[in-house]
């Protein structure tokens, strides 16, 4: 019997502190700003360095143009594209990046993805094409 006593004063301690708890308001504010500028385009993920030649698989261009990636892209709903793992900074790469700004070179590397992603770096469903 005591122990019920015990039990249930706690229980009703613990309901008070429940129902009287203050709630701090919550804000977010996340400014993104321009997309970077990038010869071959950037990564889609956080902090957006610029992607050497060869990341992107073609469908990511319209004239030469990057579509973009991340929070910045401009391309059709339910967009996937080939990208190369291999010039994944993120699966290893070590080679050259270019700046931001730079000048893209003459000649394009020929394009040998093997992965599809989404603009936002998610992995195309299996048996997506």
Do not use: T
Not at 87 to 114: K, L, T, V
């Amino acid at each position: 019997m005591r122990g019920l006593k015990y039990l249930s004063a706690g229980l009703l301690a613990a309901g008070f502190v429940c129902v009287s708890g203050h709630r701090a308001p919550a804000q977010i504010s996340v400014q993104i700003g321009a997309p970077p500028v990038c010869p071959y385009g950037y990564y889609e993920a956080p902090p957006y360095n610029c992607a050497p030649d060869g990341y992107y698989g073609p469908e990511w261009f319209n004239g030469g143009v990057f579509i973009g990636a991340g929070p910045w892209f401009h391309g059709p709903e339910h967009f996937y594209g080939h990208v190369d793992h291999h010039y994944d900074y993120r699966h290893g790469y070590h080679g050259p990046m270019p700046e931001r700004n730079a000048r893209p070179a003459e000649h394009r590397q020929e394009f040998h993805g093997q992965a599809m992603h989404d603009p936002h770096g998610h992995e195309a469903p299996r048996g997506h094409r």
